[in-house]
């Protein structure tokens, strides 16, 4: 029987944990202005984005492409802009879109409301 080596996986929450840990460095050092609640939303989202891949080689490349951008970006290789379309909200399925589809009704609602006073 040949000897295979067994590899372990690495897992995707110790690298989303990593991420977490450095992300109020990030911000300092970026100068963003976010709550870190919404920074670390964005970050879940992205980790949550490939939950369901199956292939441990793909996931491995992901993580080691994780710890790549986090190394880039606290040794500021990156600049602002690039940060924050990581950082967006809209970038965030369902967060932001409530809150754009109401204020384009209120605005809706107070532009009717203005041009039916003027008849």
């Known amino acids: 029987m040949p000897h295979r ?5 690495p897992q995707p929450h110790e690298s989303a944990r990593a ?17 870190l609640k919404t920074a670390r939303a964005a970050i879940s989202y992205h980790f949550r984005k ?7 080689r793909v996931i491995g490349l992901l993580i080691a492409k994780g ?4 190394e880039e970006t ?3 290789w990156k600049q602002k802009t690039h940060l924050l379309r ?9 967060t932001c879109h ?3 589809v109401r ?4 605005s809706c609602l107070l532009f009717l409301r203005a041009h039916h006073d003027c008849r």
Request: glycine share 4%; with cysteine; charged share 25%.
């Open 103 to 106: 204020c384009f009704a209120v």
């Open 74 to 76: 606290l040794k500021q």
């Open 86 to 94: 990581i950082l967006e909200v809209r970038l965030m399925p369902g």
């Open 50 to 56: 490939n939950e369901r891949l199956q292939d441990g």
């Open 98 to 100: 409530r809150a754009v």
């Open 19 to 35: 991420v977490v840990r450095e992300l109020p460095r990030v911000m300092t050092i970026y100068d963003v202005d976010m709550p």
């Open 67 to 70: 710890y790549m951008e986090l």
């Open 5 to 9: 080596a067994v590899f372990l996986l």
